[in-house]
């Protein structure tokens, strides 16, 4: 079964600094990627996703993450956080094995981002 | 605007209670998903629905089961809810090789 991890349970920063959020996935096959943020008391949302092509993938809010297929992962990054980002961070992969798979998707732990101004 | 609706935000409901969570979904999405999320272990996914009347178990089906009668409605059933099914009940729904969209969540205390 697919598996996902993401490395940090929580990370705290000051504006202005650069983030990165750590994601691997342990599925071998073709898979779809996403990350998902989570803002406090709302619902999940879409940040970004990877089908094909181009790996460094641009999302909402100035967000982007790198689909480097060799290791595994799709770490999520920002340049420059600010307050507003505060929220939970989910990386989430669907393996599309016979491009069946229903868009059933394997959720990491999550990561708790704390921005402080 | 996409929209997932769940019938409760909030429920609290006593052990060994049947327990009924609602979602509706207006996007004529073919895919309908229940997950659980809890703090540490994320989303785990529950059950998932690909059509009318079909289903399949998901990562943690014990002591859950579904319906879906129509398209769009999803119904997550706790035939005996216990204590420790107490969590955030995730609905989502999504096109076939497409990506999903929750709804805002229904908090669930057994007490």
């Known amino acids: 079964a697919q598996s996902v991890s993401q490395h940090n349970h929580h990370v705290i920063l000051s504006e202005a600094a650069s983030l990165e959020l750590g994601c691997n996935y342990s599925y071998g096959g073709t898979v779809n990627l996403f990350w998902y943020v989570q803002y406090p008391g709302q619902h999940l949302q879409l940040l970004l996703k990877?089908?094909?092509?181009?790996?460094l993938v641009k999302g909402i809010k100035g967000f982007e993450a790198e689909f480097i297929k060799s290791k595994f992962s799709f770490n999520l990054r920002k340049p420059s956080v600010q307050w507003s980002d505060t929220a939970e961070y989910f990386c989430a992969v669907n393996s599309n094995a016979g491009g069946t798979s229903y868009g059933k998707l394997t959720f990491g732990q999550g990561t708790i981002l704390t921005v402080h101004p | 605007d996409v929209k997932v609706t769940q019938s409760s935000r909030y429920l609290v409901k006593r052990t060994g209670e049947k327990v009924f969570l609602e979602c509706v979904q207006d996007m004529d999405h073919e895919n309908m998903f229940w997950y659980r999320q809890d703090p540490g272990l994320g989303l785990r996914l529950i059950y998932f629905s690909y059509d009318v009347k079909m289903k399949e178990k998901g990562d943690i089906p014990e002591g859950y089961s579904v319906s879906r009668e129509k398209k769009e409605r999803f119904s997550l059933i706790l035939e005996s809810a216990s204590t420790n099914q107490t969590s955030m009940y995730l609905c989502?729904?999504?096109?076939?090789?497409?990506?999903?969209?929750f709804g805002p969540g229904t908090r669930l205390t057994v007490t």
């Open positions: 990877y089908f094909s092509g181009d790996p």
């Open positions: 989502a729904s999504s096109r076939s090789r497409g990506w999903g969209y």
